[in-house]
T-cell receptor, first 114, second 112 residues
Framework: EDKVVQSPLSLVVHEGDTVTLNCSYE??????LLWYKQEKKAPTFLFML????IEKKSGRLSSILDKKELFSILNITATQTGDSAIYLC??????????????FGQGTILTVHP | KAGVTQTPRYLIKTRGQQVTLSCSPI?????VSWYQQTPGQGLQFLFE???????NKGNFPGRFSGRQFSNSRSEMNVSTLELGDSALYLC???????????FGPGTRLTVT
């Protein structure tokens, strides 16, 4: 059974700090790893990392994938109060019983104080 | 391009009743996946439809069912509602199977 574990479960920082969120996974026949941001609504897509794209960056957010060690990190630099949210990591397997299925971690609750 | 839409946004039902939730994917997306989100269990996969066919199903009882129409719109149905079915039901659409999934705003179901 696919499994995703995120750490820490919660994090409190001040504006301007840099944070690193961790995600380790076990998945049969890995296809991709995705990061989402969830505020008081539906998850918003951030990044998808695959075997052919193990590093992504968008503004102050960046993410890397280590397929050998089976983990990913999401970095947020110069945090802002608007970054306060739950960050979800998910993995997708390939084929068979994995069609259209994302397995999610518990999420990391990030709180950024002014 | 319009995002994923879900109706209704909020629903209150009584135990034993049944409910139907609707999801319209992003235009051109043919894969629709459904998830249940609860504080205790997080986001859990319910099922996925592609070209009107259910391709995958999660570990939920048979009371949970769904379908997809030729225009890729999808519905999910929960029969004989239980208190534990109270949750946020999210659907997500994807252009390709295995591609990134984009979520709708969800339907908040409360069972009393």
């Amino acid at each position: 059974e696919d499994k995703v574990v995120q750490s820490p479960l919660s994090l409190v920082v001040h504006e301007g700090d840099t944070v690193t969120l961790n995600c380790s996974y076990e998945v049969t026949n890995f296809r991709s790893l995705l990061w989402y941001k969830q505020e008081k609504k539906a998850p918003t897509f951030l990044f998808m990392l695959t075997s052919s794209g193990i590093e992504k960056k968008s503004g102050r957010l960046s993410s890397i994938l280590d397929k050998k060690e089976l983990f990913s990190i999401l970095n947020i630099t110069a945090t802002q109060t608007g970054d306060s949210a739950i960050y979800l990591c998910a993995v997708a397997g390939a084929g068979g019983t994995s069609y259209g299925k994302l397995t999610f971690g518990q999420g990391t609750i990030l709180t950024v104080h002014p | 391009k319009a995002g994923v839409t879900q109706t209704p946004r909020y629903l209150i039902k009584t135990r034993g009743q049944q409910v139907t939730l609707s999801c319209s994917p992003i235009s051109g997306h043919r894969s629709v996946s459904w998830y249940q989100q609860t504080p205790g269990q997080g986001l859990q996969f319910l099922f996925e439809y592609f070209s009107e066919t259910q391709r995958n199903k999660g570990n939920f009882p048979g009371r949970f069912s769904g379908r997809q129409f030729s225009n890729s719109r999808s519905e999910m149905n929960v029969s004989t509602l239980e208190l534990g079915d109270s949750a946020l039901y999210l659907c997500a659409s994807s252009l390709l199977e295995g591609g990134e999934q984009y979520f709708g705003p969800g339907t908040r179901l409360t069972v009393t």
